[in-house]
């Protein structure tokens, strides 16, 4: 069992940047994939980011470029670097983890493991 912890979200105007972090804890040989969701009111949980165990990413089109996702771990840690805020931005983040290559969490159907999620606004 993976048990998620986010931290790091909060409120930031348009432009500025904000960073996300999620300590996982359990059964962690690291041969999981992780990633980050989120979810606006009304809206559909989407995927943000993903990083698969050696270290190879996905982004949704909406954040490549602006946000910046890695892993440590040795502290069993996955951070989010959000630069470039929008108002769009704004919603509940969860993390996410599988044990299983990076297609695992770019999906929100075939990832298993879930954090409690953490706020972001942006205010324009």
């Known amino acids: 069992q993976l048990q998620l912890v986010e931290s790091g979200g909060g409120s930031a105007q348009a432009g500025g940047s904000l960073r996300l972090s999620c300590e996982a804890s359990g059964y962690t040989y690291n041969n999981h994939c992780m990633g980050w969701f989120r979810q606006a009111p009304d809206k559909e949980r989407e995927v943000v980011a993903a990083?698969?165990?050696?270290?190879?990413?996905s982004y949704a089109d909406a954040v490549k470029g602006r946000f910046t996702a890695s892993r440590d771990k040795k502290k069993n840690t996955l951070y989010l670097e959000m630069d470039s805020l929008k108002p769009e931005d704004t919603g509940m983040y969860y993390c996410?983890?599988?044990?299983?290559?990076?297609?695992?969490?770019?999906?929100?159907?075939?990832?298993?493991?879930w954090g409690q999620g953490t706020q972001v606004t942006v205010s324009s």
């Open positions: 996410a983890a599988e044990f299983g290559p990076l297609r695992f969490c770019v999906s929100s159907s075939l990832v298993g493991y």
């Open positions: 990083i698969d165990s050696d270290g190879s990413t």
